[in-house]
């Protein structure tokens, strides 16, 4: 049996990478180096403190539908009960709060969230043809 130029090429390289392959799996891998500590003056001793570390918890936003004359209230009401997790009369009491005083929150989220529940709000207007607005903003 002869190899051809390419058959022996192959088994060239693939010798040449086993033995790489071999050399970096057989290498004796060091300690790293242990810091420098000075020895504490006059017997003392050395204390580390540990700080805690306080976290703040993340901004909050609220989620405001607008007031339009164009959109249903019941659909409202739908919206609200299906995006917010509410039962049909906190969606009414909500919805009337918009119809009254031009705006209403819906819930308080974290930022992401309440960007979610806005498109998702937007999106089910839009798709329903009607022209329901919805806000986040930032509670302070």
């Known amino acids: ?39 504490p003056e006059e017997g003392g001793s050395v204390v580390l403190e540990r700080r805690t570390q306080k976290t703040k918890p993340p901004q909050m936003y609220q989620v405001v539908m607008l007031n339009d004359d164009y959109t249903p209230m019941e659909f409202v009401v739908v919206v609200i009960q299906e995006f917010f997790s509410k039962d049909r009369e906190t969606a009414t009491q909500i919805m009337l709060k918009i119809h009254l005083d031009g705006r209403a929150v819906c819930g308080v989220y974290s930022k992401d969230v309440a960007a979610t529940k806005v498109d998702q709000v ?19």
């Open 1 to 39: 049996m002869s190899l051809n130029g390419h058959q022996f090429t192959c088994m060239t390289q693939c010798a040449t990478a086993l033995v790489r392959m071999k050399f970096m799996a057989t290498k004796i891998p060091q300690k790293p180096s242990a810091p420098k500590v000075q020895p």
């Open 122 to 140: 937007l999106e089910s207007a839009k798709q329903s043809g009607h022209p329901l607005q919805c806000v986040s903003e930032p509670i302070e």
